[in-house]
């Protein structure tokens, strides 16, 4: 089934140091691929979107390529912050606005 | 600024209640979604809907239902609460996908329900 499989945290860094969050997805026809995160307390922020493949969704540094030959919208940042800290969630969109997320991955950032 | 408003944000409850969680958007949003967090799970569909009166299954709708009477406003009940639905429930929006791929999934706040 349509499925989305993302890297287990928690995930722990100083500040400044570089970001992968991996994220590998599984559908059968052509999703649209989303980063959300979710500061404590809160609820989910769309934090960026790729909706075709080869496409790069980026904001506030953050930036992830959706790439159909490898089935993965991974997560970068080249310099992190300790506001970054969050539980970040990769999801895809097949049909009819229907989310499938994947499990989170938690980040701490220390400064 | 797209807001959705879950009623309640904290509840504690007691096992065999009636619990009614609300959500109310002010978009105009064809579709709204029910959605519980648990750790090491992530965020797992309980029920949704595209239109007034519409409603169908997530991937774990035992021991929920739902109802949409108007557009604004999604409500989700627990019709005899139970311990294991001592979660975090997330309710969100969004626009007719019809309209466009990719539409941005707009969520509440959440509401931590204890059942005891």
């Known amino acids: 089934g349509d499925s989305v499989t993302q890297m287990e945290g928690p995930v722990t860094l100083s500040e400044e140091a570089f970001l992968t969050i991996n994220c590998t997805y599984t559908?059968?026809?052509?999703?649209?691929l989303f980063w959300y995160v979710q500061y404590p307390g809160e609820g989910l922020q769309l934090l960026l979107k790729?909706?075709?493949?080869?496409d790069k969704g980026s904001n506030k540094g953050f930036e992830a390529t959706y790439r159909k030959e490898t089935t993965s919208f991974h997560l970068e940042k080249g310099s992190v912050q300790v506001s970054d800290s969050a539980v970040y969630f990769c999801?895809?969109?097949?049909?009819?606005?229907?989310?499938?997320f994947g499990r989170g991955t938690q980040l701490t950032v220390w400064p | 600024d797209v807001k959705v408003t879950q009623s309640s944000r904290y509840l504690v409850k007691r096992t065999g209640e009636k619990v009614f969680l609300e959500c109310v958007q002010d978009?105009?949003?064809?579709?709204m979604f029910w959605y519980r967090q648990d750790p090491g799970l992530g965020l797992r569909l309980i029920y949704f809907?595209?239109?007034?009166?519409?409603?169908e299954k997530g991937d774990i709708p035992e021991g929920y239902s739902v109802s949409r009477e108007k557009k604004e406003r999604f409500s989700l009940i627990l019709e005899s609460a139970s311990t294991n639905q001592t979660s975090m429930y997330l309710c969100?929006?969004?626009?007719?996908?019809?309209?466009?791929?990719?539409?941005?999934?707009?969520f509440g706040e959440g509401s931590w329900l204890t059942v005891v």
């Open positions: 809907s595209y239109d007034v009166k519409m409603k």
């Open positions: 790729a909706t075709k493949a080869d």
């Open positions: 559908a059968t026809g052509y999703p649209s």
């Open positions: 978009m105009d949003h064809e579709n």
């Open positions: 999801a895809l969109e097949l049909w009819l606005g229907r989310l499938y």
């Open positions: 969100a929006s969004s626009a007719s996908v019809l309209e466009s791929p990719g539409n941005t999934i707009y």
